[in-house]
């Protein structure tokens, strides 16, 4: 599982309700996509990578749910939840960004 989707799984579990994505500003998406995934933008795509936008409401609703998931989860215990040192600092760094409001998400440069 990647980073991102720990991001999204915690903090669904901890009471994110996604509002949903806004469609990309170009129309690249639709020509990486096959004609069975059809041309209309998924709202509840949070995992395409396709520079779909995180609205402010859901970014900042997004941070909170994963603070307080982290509050919940220990590092490194054999029992319970847990989370690396290093996965913990990095979903600290992106609920205070994301707790600025909306973003966009995008594949890493």
Same mark, same amino acid.
Request: aromatic share 10%.
């Given at each position: ?10 903090a ?30 998924d709202?509840?795509?949070? *995992?395409s ?47 205070? *960004?994301? !707790?600025? !409001?909306? *973003? ?6």
């Amino acid at each position: 599982m990647s980073l991102w989707e720990g991001i999204l799984e915690l903090a669904y579990r901890h009471g994110w309700s996604p509002v949903g994505t806004q469609e990309p500003h170009t129309d690249d998406w639709r020509s990486r996509r096959s004609p069975s995934e059809g041309r209309t933008w998924d709202r509840h795509d949070y *995992f395409s990578h396709e520079l779909q936008h995180v609205g402010r409401d859901d970014a900042r609703s997004l941070s909170g749910s994963v603070l307080r998931a982290l509050s919940d989860v220990k590092i490194g215990v054999n029992r319970g939840p847990e989370l690396s040192a290093s996965n913990r600092k990095a979903m600290q760094l992106f609920a205070a *960004f994301a !707790g600025r !409001g909306g *973003f966009t998400i995008g594949s890493a440069p």
